[in-house]
């Protein structure tokens, strides 16, 4: 028996962000209504039009500020599920107030409106990151749900505001996950609902926050965009380096070729908190969700107006990845079946053909 079914209403937190916009939509499709917390009635318009088919089972609510007391107190009643998916990612500021610490409070704050308010509400799936679990290493290592990237916890305690931009993101999304699971240890027999953790492969690399193989960034983008420079950090990554090549240039190609090992298309993630507040075996988990083992091939090209540059297929093979996530829990829990990467990769470049880019 599944844990919610439709027409159970969910809550989505940051209703009008990437990945957001596409568990909401997974969500309408398959019957369930949704309730969207958004900072700003702006905020919601693009939602209300994108989704006006979906109008009787749409409601947007406005929460300014999700690290205040009590933020998501009138959010949370009535609800049947909760999908956490906002947290902070301030490209212009990486100052550890900016963003370590609405990361942690924020989530802290939503699972507290849960607990006060928790009469109906049977499981909250957190969006949490692969940031949380990787750990570099001079070998190659196979990654788990039992790994915990404590790295960028030490650099950040060793090295304070001089840490890199790259620790700093990966310690706002480790202390808020952890900060989740303690919360929930600490109440475990207070609370009437479970706990969903999911880890999909957002990897930062050096300071730009350059993704291996681009996880989490494929489109079609639902969220408001007016040009590239508007797309959302993850989705421009991949702009960059592959929409517009010209710009990226050598170091594009370089980068290409010598990185990958995990990527994620977001319409999988979005599938992926559907099943997780769906199965009952999902409860109490950590999942991580990630497309790696699948084959990452373009043959044959997809059809442009504007050709792209030729790259070199199979240059990355001659470079040992030094990380590889294990995806095998997705796929036994939620018997998630992940996209290829030529169907991901096809996707997304049709959307920039679509949008004039």
């Known amino acids: 028996m599944p844990i919610i079914q439709p027409p159970s209403k969910v809550l989505v937190s940051g209703a009008n962000g990437f990945l957001a916009m596409w568990v909401i939509r997974d969500l309408l499709e ?18 209300k039009k994108y989704f006006v088919g979906y109008a009787d089972r749409l409601e947007i609510v406005i929460v300014e500020d999700m690290t205040k007391e009590g933020a998501f107190d009138e959010a949370v009643r009535g609800v049947d599920a909760i999908a956490h998916t906002a947290s902070p990612v301030n490209v212009d500021s990486f100052h550890s107030d900016d963003i370590i610490g609405p990361a942690v409070q924020g989530t802290i704050e939503m699972l507290k409106s849960a607990f006060k308010f928790n009469q109906s509400i049977k499981r909250v799936v957190f969006t949490s990151s692969g940031a949380t679990i990787l750990r570099e290493s001079d070998t190659p290592i196979i990654l788990t749900e039992k790994d915990w990237n404590i790295q960028c916890l030490e650099a950040l305690k060793e090295r304070g505001e001089s840490a890199s931009d790259n620790a700093k993101y990966r310690a706002s999304k ?60 993850t989705a421009g990554l991949f702009y960059g380096y592959v929409g517009d090549p010209m710009k990226s240039g050598k170091a594009g190609n370089e980068f290409l070729a010598k990185t990958g090992s995990a990527w994620i298309d977001v319409r999988d993630i979005a599938k992926a908190h559907r099943l997780s507040l769906e199965i009952q075996e999902a409860g109490n988990e950590r999942i991580i969700i990630d497309a790696v083992d699948i084959a990452n091939a373009l043959d044959p090209p997809p059809k442009l107006s504007k050709p792209l540059p030729k790259g ?32 991901t990769t096809k996707d997304t470049l049709k959307d920039y053909e679509a949008r004039g880019w």
């Open 30 to 47: 398959h019957g369930y209504s949704v309730r969207g917390t958004v900072r700003s009635a702006n905020k919601g318009e693009h939602l």
């Open 312 to 343: 070199n297929p199979g240059a990355g093979s001659q470079y040992a990845h030094s990380f590889v996530f294990d995806n095998s829990k997705s796929k036994r829990i939620l018997e998630l079946k992940y996209r290829s990467m030529t169907e």
């Open 174 to 233: 480790t202390l808020a996950e952890q900060a989740a699971w303690k919360f929930m240890q600490e109440h475990k027999h207070e609370i009437g609902w479970d706990l969903t953790v999911l880890n999909p492969t957002l990897v930062g690399l050096n300071q730009s926050y350059a993704l291996a193989a681009h996880c989490m960034t494929q489109q079609p983008v639902l969220h408001e965009v007016t040009d590239p420079t508007s797309l959302n950090l």
